[in-house]
């Protein structure tokens, strides 16, 4: 059985910084990519960022762009999202995710196989 456990999540004032991990257990599977998803209350599931898994290769949503990037501990089984320069707006429930397959519309949610519990993150203004 395969785990994404989130971590990191928390309450920050707008322009401070978290990290968040993704740590991934369980089965050993060949995942292509990984992904962080948000989702703001009252809002849908929205793409925030992926990394593919064999050689680093990152995607971004415009609104984190240059501000959440993604990084990963292949010996760690985990990934990482950096947030900086936080934005009331960027308050929700944020997930991760993997998928199998190297499909290229790597926003869209149907591409990942497991997801995570979600972490909470709060930004206050």
């Known amino acids: 059985q395969v785990q994404l456990v989130e971590s990191g999540g928390g309450l920050v004032q707008a322009g401070g910084s978290l990290r968040l991990s993704c740590a991934l257990s369980g089965r050993a599977l060949n995942f292509y990519r990984m992904a962080w998803f948000r989702r703001a209350p009252g809002k849908e599931r929205d793409f925030v960022g992926a990394i593919t898994w064999s050689n680093s290769i990152t995607y971004y949503a415009d609104s984190v762009e240059g501000r959440f990037p993604i990084s990963r501990d292949n010996a760690k089984n985990t990934m990482f999202l950096q947030m900086n320069n936080l934005k009331p707006e960027d308050t929700a429930v944020y997930y991760c995710?993997?998928?199998?397959?190297?499909?290229?519309?790597?926003?869209?949610?149907?591409?990942?196989?497991?997801w995570g519990q979600g972490t909470q993150v709060t930004v206050s203004s």
């Open positions: 995710a993997a998928g199998l397959t190297g499909r290229p519309n790597y926003n869209d949610s149907v591409n990942y196989n497991y």
